[in-house]
T-cell receptor
């Protein structure tokens, strides 16, 4: 059973280009979370998606960032017109469900995509 | 609001115990987690504790939870050089999302 797969592992973009980050959740998982880790910082929640639905995007920047999780295929985090401040590691995590407050539903993390904007 | 704080650095001698501390703000958090991140890698779940527990032990790892003070700690017994990494404390938020601290960088020296 393969883990959470993210690609590419490393991505270099020039300012103004678009970045597309992909995340394939673990088999049987229909819940995906995206996090961003700026250099020397912890991970910050960006967005939570279920198949075809965005459930919580409270951590997403208001402009240039979007996410989707189509019925078929991986989840995509898209950053338009990238700027230097977007350089970070982007992690995806997947789980079977969001669970209720008394049930631990473990989220498994991918290896991350390290985006560098030059 | 939700916020998690950790000290940034810890240096220990090989064979000693390491204690990494964390404070959180959301008293309604039901689960608290410790993750390990090695250089250039993703996050590995080390252990977690449910809020109705005070302590959990798993081999060399001991987690202590003080709900009154909203304080969580991770003790690593017999610390080895392979334990050198960044350790993140996290609390569970709405929709099972995780709220992370900034991470404690553990350095183990001979």
């Amino acid at each position: 059973n393969a883990g959470v797969m993210q690609n590419p592992r490393h991505l270099v973009r020039r300012r103004g280009q678009e970045a597309r980050l992909r995340c394939s959740p673990m088999k049987g998982h229909s819940h995906v979370y995206w996090y961003r880790q700026l250099p020397e910082e912890g991970l910050k929640f960006m967005v939570y998606l279920q198949k075809e639905n965005i459930i919580d995007e409270s951590g997403m920047p208001k402009e240039r960032f979007s996410a989707e999780f189509p019925k078929e295929g991986p989840s995509i985090l898209r950053i338009q017109q990238v700027v230097r401040g977007d350089s970070a590691a982007y992690f995806c995590a997947s789980s079977r469900g969001a669970g209720d407050r008394t049930l631990n539903t473990e989220a498994f993390f991918g290896q991350g995509t390290r985006l560098t904007v030059v | 609001g939700e916020d998690v704080e950790q000290s940034l650095f810890l240096s220990v001698r090989e064979g000693d115990s390491s204690v990494i501390n964390c404070t959180y703000t959301d008293s309604s958090s039901t689960y608290l987690y410790w993750y390990k991140q090695e250089p250039g890698a993703g996050l590995q779940l080390l252990t977690y504790i449910f809020s109705n527990m005070d302590m959990k032990q798993d081999q060399r790892l001991t987690v202590l939870l003080n709900k009154k003070d909203k304080h969580l700690s991770l003790r690593i017994a017999d610390t080895q050089t392979g334990d050198s990494a960044i350790y993140f404390c996290a609390e569970r938020g709405s929709y099972n999302k995780l709220i992370f601290g900034a991470g404690t960088r553990l350095a183990v020296h001979p």
